[in-house]
């Protein structure tokens, strides 16, 4: 992408890196620094979940994160795994739309996979789940203020959930993009507006093109998606 490489990354409301794209992208990797210097500077990154390398208990997978995140083999496969909150006062869960579990109501197939399973202090868990009679895993999505701006690693199948045209993964992933601007907002101003759901989105993940995520009252956001390969964004394998 000749945006990651030389372009202007302030243009972009938020970017977002698909699944595996840190497994497969060459070019990722080599502008990782680029990308933590937009979140510094008041950006919103959200990073989807990658393989573990370095063997089968997993491996570091060098900067895909502004800190250390430990890549796993975690997974809770039940699409109805309760959910719960570490950090419910994070603003993440909060604006512009509140978070209830009631958003994680008619997923399909699974909660999440390959959840990391260390994680820099710096982090924290958003969300915790896990499948019955398993311990809770609380790395499936993490959060980090960087600089002025939001960091957001999540495991969690968004790619699968927003085709599916699922209302609560359309009003969590709108929080995601927001992250950044949200958490500037001063006491006293109100946050951005709340999400009406688009095609846009889901157009989006699932051609892995750049797009433009609209909030309701008219409001757009300018997103840059880098993809990953196809067959996981097929298949998530």
Known sequence: SQDLARGDLSKFDAIVTGVR???TRADLRANYQ????????????????????????????????????RTGRDRVTVEEAPITFPNPTLKLLHAPNEIT????????????LNFPDQWDSK??????SNDP?????KGGMLYTQYGKGAYIFSAYDWFREL??????AYRFFANMLSAGKVQQTRPNESPPRRHRRTASVSQALAQRLPFRHRLSGGSDHAVLYLHGGLSSMRHGA
């Open 21 to 23: 794209a840190w497994n």
């Open 163 to 168: 085709p599916a045209g699922v209302p609560g």
């Open 133 to 137: 009679g398993e311990d809770p895993l």
């Open 34 to 69: 680029r990308l933590f210097d937009y979140v510094n500077n008041g950006g919103t990154m959200v990073v989807q979940y990658n393989v573990a390398e370095g063997g089968p208990t997993g491996g570091p997978l060098e900067h895909i994160g502004p800190y250390p995140i």
């Open 101 to 112: 579990q009631a958003d994680f109501d008619g997923w399909i197939q699974e909660r999440g």
């Open 123 to 128: 982090y924290q868990s958003v969300l915790q």
